[in-house]
């Protein structure tokens, strides 16, 4: 099984500040990477699919990059409501998919 | 507009089996499949499975092959996932996804299943 994990797991920031939020995987997952956004009490949301194309409606402050086992969710400037909690997918494998553990951006 | 509306929260005995309906709209529903993740209470995200609705065709995570099922009725547009033997550690919001070729781009509302005896 391909294991995702990221980093930090906690990440604090004041509003207007870059975000940089990493994921690395066990073994090449080549650029079948997804990120999602999750706020309290709600299903995940698609931000970024492919490492680097945004979904439909995701703002240009977010961007993604990386292929291989390292990849960046990056937010060029944190609005309030972007804390949340941001999760990696890979789906290198499909149809089998997992998870990376997490990263929380919280207000600083 | 493209909706996933899941079915009401769940209360279980250990043993037991739940089956989480997702009923989809606004979209042909044969042209994308479905995932289902979970998420216990306070951790993360865990992806449990795939369904083809063309073919029915099915693939799930290894830990939980034998305890479940996933299918679909196209004449209702509904996917459905059914999870058998409940243990205490299967409390947690299951969601269904729409499956867009290399990523899951709408999500159900959750279900809550709680097993307790």
């Known amino acids: 099984e391909i294991v995702l994990t990221q980093s930090p797991a906690t990440l604090s920031l004041s509003p207007g500040e870059r975000a940089t939020l990493s994921c690395r995987a066990s073994?090449?997952?080549?650029?079948?990477l997804a990120w999602y956004q999750q706020k309290p009490g709600q299903a995940p949301r698609l931000l970024i699919y492919?490492?680097?194309n945004r979904a439909t409606g995701i703002p240009a402050r977010f961007s993604g990059s990386g292929s291989g086992t390292d990849f960046t969710l990056t937010i060029t400037s944190l609005e309030p409501e972007d804390f949340a909690v941001y999760y990696c997918?890979?789906?290198?494998?499909?149809?089998?998919?997992?998870f990376g553990g997490g990263t929380k951006v919280e207000i600083k | 507009q493209v909706q996933l509306v899941q079915s009401g929260a769940e209360v279980k005995k250990p043993g037991a089996s739940v089956k989480v309906s997702c009923k989809a709209s606004?979209?042909?529903?044969?042209?994308?499949?479905f995932s289902w993740v979970r998420q216990a209470p306070g951790q993360g995200l865990e992806w449990m499975g795939w369904?083809?609705?063309?073919?029915?065709?099915?693939n799930y995570a290894q830990k939980l092959q034998d305890r479940i099922t996933m299918t679909t009725d196209t004449s209702t547009t509904t996917a459905y996932m059914e999870l058998r033997s409940l243990r205490s550690d299967d409390t947690a919001v299951y969601y269904c996804?729409?499956?867009?070729?290399?990523?899951?781009?709408?999500w159900g509302q959750g279900t809550l299943v709680t097993v307790s005896s």
């Open positions: 492919h490492a680097s």
């Open positions: 073994q090449s997952v080549r650029s079948y």
């Open positions: 369904i083809s609705t063309y073919n029915g065709n099915t």
């Open positions: 996804a729409r499956e867009a070729y290399d990523k899951s781009d709408y």
């Open positions: 606004g979209y042909t529903f044969t042209n994308y499949g």
């Open positions: 997918q890979q789906r290198s494998n499909w149809p089998l998919a997992t």
